[in-house]
């Protein structure tokens, strides 16, 4: 795997890559291999869901290449990466797949200053490549070996560059030290590999005690966001970076970033006793860390899509365990006096379930931080039983974090972050964690007021739905309702079969426009407008024309669409009108299956005057009419009468004798949900059964 990886990257050219492994329920990749970046840069990706807004994740669902061709584009097209990696680099997503479909996902990236396009061989080495990996994804699964440690990707080293002779060596030495300024070298993790004497004059420090270390950690002064973001500018995008900083008390220097594939280089210069024009970093002030403000900004903006609970725990366990090094998490809340469990990572649900619904108890953590707001840091079960003394020891980790999840300066929950090793918690990173779960209670508190809310609605929502359709001699019917995807709210599509005697049965379908309660309200006056004109045996122009006067008279400020079919099952005839809805399909007894063009009529609740023509037809056994609302065909950027077209392929294609089969195959083939779907299949049968 690591050879067919380099390989790949130095048939690109590319300055890193980032290889992702499809988990097998297939909802999410974890980071398998990765080359060209440190772990540390990487580790808001260890797991990305394959449904979040992520080139990776967008190549592996729809399985295509996915091109980014700089920083403009990837902020305009993918902001949750865009933020936490502010610079100017190329980038390409594809798929990794073998003969038996789709098993992971492939990122390179590029310098900035690659060409708007892949060229023709950087195409043809990212296909070779990637079918390359899937074959041996797939070898390795036929073997039953692991193919990723969860959030433990393997990092790949540079390539070796040509090794120098001792004459070269020495030269190199002797050269650095006649420029003029000191001289420091960093590999891809920004740690010092060689420093000159005059560089470690310059910074004040023993060139033993730089060696191995980051500049920002061995040096109090140089632990500022800006000196670590240059840093990464220059990793990612390949290009040379400069800045200046004070040295405490009053020497300013300027430092200039020279990367490339293997590392970076560093050119130390004293500058004079004050600030100069250019990038400049005032001394820090305590520890200020740029990976974790990167976390901080990237968990703000995520957060910001979660919409109901479930949503804030994933994200939440998704990006907070890989950005602070924990192993665990339990995000909790109090209903009615006692714990609940909201949800849990890296724990058993065994071990969880004894606490869900417990009384409040100040003997349990997660409990007493409900209580008093006060967060606690734990770094050994020692420290734990101190505070907790009725704690047993039972999950095998060494430290904890519990924090309150605040909302309108009230806890309304708690997080417990969890630790494999001891940790320390200095003041920096208890107050970093403290910020992290504000965010995250603000999150917890907008996605629960959202739930009840879905809630509600959906259950108005499904009250004025029919409950069942009522069982009819001699047609068979299937229906099929899905609400728009969350965050949309609820809609006003609805459908309706009435039974009007021992030979007759009529059918509706419509939509009321927009997504909200009164949607849902109107949608239940319609329906039953429909039902009463129905029931009284008026033709279908005159079902819609009543309807239709009693919306203009009510003035809702919606309009609706809505088909109305009236279904003769002794003689084998329908007759159907329209109020600006979507054709029917009918697929004949001969599998052949076209659109009815029905003339069209105005929306209900537009003018009270309009007229509503209606379209007879044969309606023989065997034959299935296909009623449907525009969510089962509309999406963006495609067209509607080849959507169409292609929902008329798929009903052709389907058993008539298996309605529930058929019913689940256009369900499954329609867009990702942006609107409600509502489907009604009817199909007459010979023996009145």
Do not use: F, K, N
């Given at each position: 795997m690591d050879t067919a990886l380099t390989d790949i990257?130095?048939?690109?050219?590319?300055?890193?890559?980032?290889?992702?492994?499809?988990?097998?329920?297939?909802?999410?990749?974890?980071?398998?291999?990765?080359?060209?970046?440190?772990?540390?840069?990487?580790?808001?990706?260890?797991?990305?869901?394959?449904?979040?807004?992520?080139?990776v994740a967008d190549a592996v669902r729809e399985e295509r290449l996915v091109w980014v061709k700089d920083q403009v584009e990837m902020a305009r097209r993918y902001p949750r990466p865009a933020v936490v990696l502010p610079y100017d680099f190329a980038l390409a997503a594809v798929p990794v797949a073998s003969d038996s479909g789709v098993r992971g996902g492939l990122v390179l990236l590029w310098p900035s200053g690659h060409p708007s396009r892949l060229s023709r061989a950087e195409h043809d080495a990212l296909r070779t490549g990637s079918r390359r990996l899937g074959h041996l994804f797939e070898q390795a699964a036929r073997r039953g070996e692991p193919l990723v440690t969860p959030g433990r990707p393997r990092i790949l080293p540079p390539e070796p560059g040509r090794t120098p002779t001792a004459e070269e060596a020495w030269a190199g030495t002797a050269l650095l030290d006649r420029l003029p300024g000191g001289y420091v070298a960093l590999d891809l993790n920004g740690r010092i590999t060689l420093v000159t004497p005059a560089a470690a004059d310059l910074v004040g420090a023993e060139p033993d005690r730089l060696l191995g270390s980051l500049p920002w950690e061995v040096l109090p002064w140089m632990d500022v966001p800006h000196v670590e973001d240059r840093y990464r500018a220059a990793l990612i995008s390949r290009t040379p970076q400069t800045f200046r900083v004070l040295r405490p008390p009053g020497t300013w220097l300027s430092f200039e970033l020279y990367p490339d594939p293997s590392g970076i280089s560093v050119r130390i210069e004293h500058t004079g006793d004050g600030p100069q024009d250019g990038?400049?970093?005032?001394?820090?002030?305590?520890?200020?860390?740029?990976?974790?403000?990167?976390?901080?900004?990237?968990?703000?903006?995520?957060?910001?899509?979660?919409?109901?609970?479930?949503?804030?725990?994933?994200?939440?366990?998704?990006?907070?365990?890989?950005?602070?090094?924990?192993?665990?998490?339990?995000?909790?809340?109090?209903?009615?006096g006692r714990l609940r469990i909201l949800g849990h990572r890296g724990y058993a649900t065994e071990l969880l379930a004894r606490f869900d619904g417990v009384p409040l108890s100040r003997d349990i953590p997660g409990a007493a931080v409900l209580a008093t707001g006060e967060p606690g840091f734990f770094s050994s079960f020692t420290q734990m039983t101190a505070v907790y003394p009725k704690m047993t020891h039972e999950d095998g980790m060494s430290a904890w974090a519990v924090l309150p999840l605040i909302a309108s300066g009230r806890p309304i929950g708690s997080v417990l972050l969890a630790y494999d090793r001891p940790r320390a918690f200095p003041p920096s990173e208890r107050a970093v964690l403290t910020s992290l779960a504000g965010l995250v209670g603000q999150a917890l508190d907008r996605a629960r007021l959202y739930d009840t809310k879905d809630r509600l609605a959906h259950r108005l929502q499904s009250a004025l739905l029919p409950h069942s359709l009522p069982s009819i001699p001699g047609l068979r019917v299937v229906a099929r309702y899905l609400p728009a995807a969350r965050g949309l709210g609820i809609g006003g599509d609805f459908y309706d079969l009435i039974r009007l005697d021992e030979n007759t049965a009529a059918a509706a379908i419509g939509d009321v426009q927009g997504h909200n309660v009164d949607a849902a309200a109107l949608m239940g006056q319609v329906r039953t407008a429909v039902h009463a004109h129905a029931t009284v045996g008026a033709p279908p122009d005159h079902v819609l024309g009543g309807t239709n006067r009693l919306l203009t008279d009510l003035d809702p400020g919606l309009f609706t669409s809505c088909l109305y079919a009236h279904l003769d099952l002794g003689n084998g005839r329908a007759c159907l009108a329209t109020a600006g809805h979507p054709p029917p399909l009918?697929?004949?007894?001969?599998?052949?299956?076209?659109?009815?063009?029905?003339?069209?009529?105005?929306?209900?609740?537009?003018?009270?005057?309009?007229?509503?023509?209606?379209?007879?037809?044969?309606?023989?056994?065997?034959?299935?009419?296909?009623?449907?609302?525009?969510?089962?065909?509309?999406?963006?950027?495609?067209?509607?009468?080849?959507?169409?077209?292609?929902?008329?392929?798929?009903?052709?294609?389907?058993?008539?004798?298996?309605?529930?089969?058929?019913?689940?195959?256009?369900?499954?083939?329609?867009?990702?949900?942006?609107?409600?779907?509502?489907?009604?299949?009817?199909?007459?049968?010979?023996?009145?059964?």
């Open positions: 990257v130095r048939a690109t050219r590319a300055s890193g890559a980032l290889l992702y492994v499809l988990t097998p329920d297939r909802t999410a990749l974890w980071l398998s291999h990765v080359t060209g970046a440190p772990r540390e840069v990487v580790a808001p990706w260890s797991r990305v869901a394959v449904g979040d807004p992520i080139p990038p400049v970093v005032e001394t820090a002030q305590g520890p200020g860390r740029a990976t974790v403000l990167y976390h901080l900004m990237h968990l703000a903006t995520t957060l910001t899509e979660a919409a109901g609970v479930q949503d804030v725990v994933d994200q939440t366990a998704d990006q907070l365990l890989p950005a602070l090094g924990a192993q665990a998490m339990v995000l909790m809340t109090v209903e009615d009918m697929r004949h007894c001969d599998g052949r299956t076209e659109l009815l063009d029905i003339p069209p009529g105005l929306l209900l609740g537009i003018d009270p005057t309009a007229r509503y023509p209606s379209l007879e037809c044969a309606l023989p056994p065997g034959c299935v009419l296909v009623l449907y609302t525009d969510g089962l065909v509309e999406a963006p950027g495609v067209d509607l009468d080849d959507a169409v077209a292609a929902l008329a392929g798929l009903v052709e294609q389907s058993d008539p004798c298996d309605l529930e089969a058929m019913a689940d195959t256009l369900v499954r083939h329609a867009p990702t949900p942006g609107d409600d779907i509502a489907l009604l299949l009817l199909s007459p049968t010979q023996d009145g059964g």
